[in-house]
C-alpha cells in the first residue's frame, strides 16, 4: 500500500513485537505525516533513514569540510538542492547545528516566506530559512554560496553555476548514480566535492548512520530518537576520521 493511514496501522499492529522502527523509502511528503504519527502513538523509536540518516551524515561531512577549508557553520550560506524527505531533514539538522543562512530550493525554485503552494512541512522551513528571501532557481542561489548541498537528480545544477560559490567551495552532490552536476567537471573549481557513488572520495551514505543509531537507542531502551541524539551521531561520525588524515578526499569515514 502507498496509503499512509494503512502503513501507520500495519506499523502500529506489529510494533510490539519489535524495539525499533526503521521506516525506508518512502515519499514526501506522506513520510513526514507517517514518521510523525507513528512518534506520537508508539513508545519505541521510529525512525526514517531517508530523512534522518542521510542528515546526519551530511552534517558529520559538513563539519569535516568546513574544517578543511577553514570555515565556520554560522557564518556559511547552504544551498540545499531538493525539498523531498533528505532535503527537508539535512535542512533541520544544519540548522539545529548552527547554520544560520541555509536557503533551499525544489523543482520551482527556492522556498521563501509566503510562497503559494507548499505543503505544512515545507511552509515551516521555508519561514525558518533564505534569511534574505532569495527568489530564483537553484543556479542563482548559488551565487556567493559556500556549500552546495544536492540530493535531487541528475543535473540539477549547472557548473556554470557552481563556479559562482565563493572561494574554497564544497559541493555535496548525491543524487544516485548520476550526480546533480559531475565531479570531472568541477573538480578544479571547489575545493572538497562528495557524492553517493562508491567510486569517488567521500561517499555520503546513510548506511553510516542508521545501525548505530538504532544499537544506541536500543542499548539505552531509548523511547524516541530526538534531535540532540541526531546531533551527537553526526560528531560521533565526523570524529571517526583522525586530524593527521583528514584531508580535501578524506572527510568521511
Known amino acids: 500500500t502507498k496509503d499512509a493511514s494503512s502503513i501507520v496501522e500495519?506499523?502500529?499492529a506489529v510494533s510490539p513485537t519489535f524495539g525499533a522502527i526503521n521506516l525506508e523509502d518512502i515519499s514526501a511528503p506522506r513520510c513526514f505525516e507517517i514518521e510523525q504519527r507513528l512518534r506520537a502513538e508508539l513508545d519505541i523509536p521510529v525512525f526514517h533513514d531517508d530523512q534522518?540518516?542521510?542528515?546526519?551524515?551530511?552534517l558529520a561531512a559538513l563539519m569535516n569540510a568546513l574544517r578543511v577549508v577553514d570555515k565556520r557553520a554560522a557564518e556559511v550560506k547552504?544551498?540545499?538542492?531538493?525539498?523531498?524527505?533528505?532535503?527537508?531533514?539535512?535542512?533541520?539538522?544544519?540548522?539545529a547545528h548552527g547554520v544560520r543562512n541555509i536557503t533551499v530550493c525544489d523543482i520551482d525554485g527556492t522556498l521563501y516566506a509566503g510562497r503559494p503552494g507548499l505543503d505544512p512541512v515545507r511552509k515551516a522551513l521555508a519561514?525558518?530559512?533564505?534569511?534574505?528571501g532569495e527568489r530564483g532557481m537553484a543556479n542563482d542561489?548559488?551565487?556567493?554560496?559556500?556549500?552546495?548541498?544536492?540530493?535531487?537528480?541528475?543535473?540539477?545544477?549547472s557548473a556554470e553555476a557552481v563556479r559562482t560559490m565563493a572561494a574554497r567551495a564544497v559541493v555535496f552532490a548525491m543524487a544516485n548514480p548520476e550526480p546533480?552536476?559531475?565531479?570531472?567537471?568541477?573538480?578544479?573549481?571547489?575545493?572538497?566535492?562528495?557524492?553517493?557513488?562508491?567510486?569517488?572520495?567521500n561517499q555520503i551514505n546513510n548506511v553510516l548512520a542508521f545501525p548505530g543509531v538504532f544499537l544506541g537507542a536500543l542499548d539505552v531502551r531509548a523511547t524516541t530518537i530526538n534531535e540532540p541524539m541526531k546531533l551527537a551521531a553526526a560528531h560521533a561520525i565526523a570524529e571517526v576520521?583522525?586530524?593527521?588524515?583528514?584531508?580535501?578526499?578524506?572527510?568521511i569515514p
Request: glycine share 10%; with cysteine; proline share 4%.
Open 10 to 12: 500495519f506499523v502500529k
Open 52 to 58: 534522518h540518516g542521510t542528515a546526519i551524515v551530511v
Open 78 to 95: 547552504v544551498v540545499v538542492v531538493g525539498a523531498g524527505a533528505a532535503g527537508v531533514a539535512c535542512a533541520e539538522i544544519m540548522l
Open 127 to 132: 519561514a525558518r530559512t533564505n534569511p534574505t
Open 141 to 157: 542561489a548559488l551565487a556567493g554560496a559556500d556549500v552546495l548541498v544536492g540530493v535531487s537528480g541528475p543535473g540539477a545544477v
Open 180 to 201: 546533480e552536476v559531475r565531479a570531472e567537471v568541477i573538480r578544479d573549481d571547489v575545493a572538497i566535492i562528495a557524492t553517493g557513488r562508491s567510486d569517488y572520495p
Open 241 to 251: 576520521v583522525e586530524d593527521d588524515q583528514l584531508d580535501a578526499e578524506y572527510i
